[in-house]
């Protein structure tokens, strides 16, 4: 199994930027994903990569705005947002797939998810 911890969430305001970090350890993985949960509705995905590099994705309302990356030797994908805005407020959570299953998009690609980090953008 994969362990993660996100790090980074906080308060910030319109316009702002954050930089979310997920540390993974344990088992090997193919994939890493962030998705975010606002209240009442349904987790969605806003970026996913394959770990060796050969494909990065983006959610619509993350392009251009939010950078997804990773390093190797610390084993940590990290979520650049930029630009935020009131509607981006949300848990995110960070994601790890043990095996590439031909999409980073959605949720049933990944086996194991971190605990969440509150994203908060004052208007």
């Known amino acids: 199994q994969v362990q993660l911890v996100e790090y980074g969430g906080g308060l910030v305001q319109a316009g702002g930027s954050l930089r979310l970090s997920c540390v993974a350890s344990?088992?090997?993985?193919?994939?890493m994903g962030w998705f975010r949960q606002a209240p009442g509705k349904e987790r969605e995905f806003v970026a996913g990569?394959?770990?060796?590099?050969?494909?990065?994705d983006y959610a619509e309302f993350a392009k251009g705005r939010f950078t997804i990356s990773k390093d190797d030797a610390k084993n940590t994908v990290y979520l650049q947002m930029n630009s935020l805005k009131p509607e981006d407020t949300a848990v995110y959570y960070c994601?790890?797939?043990?095996?590439?299953?031909?999409?980073?998009?959605?949720?049933?690609?990944?086996?194991?998810w971190g605990q969440g980090t509150q994203v908060t953008v004052s208007s």
């Open positions: 994601a790890a797939g043990y095996y590439y299953r031909g999409s980073v998009f959605l949720p049933s690609t990944y086996d194991s």
């Open positions: 344990g088992r090997s993985f193919s994939t």
């Open positions: 990569m394959r770990w060796n590099g050969a494909s990065v």
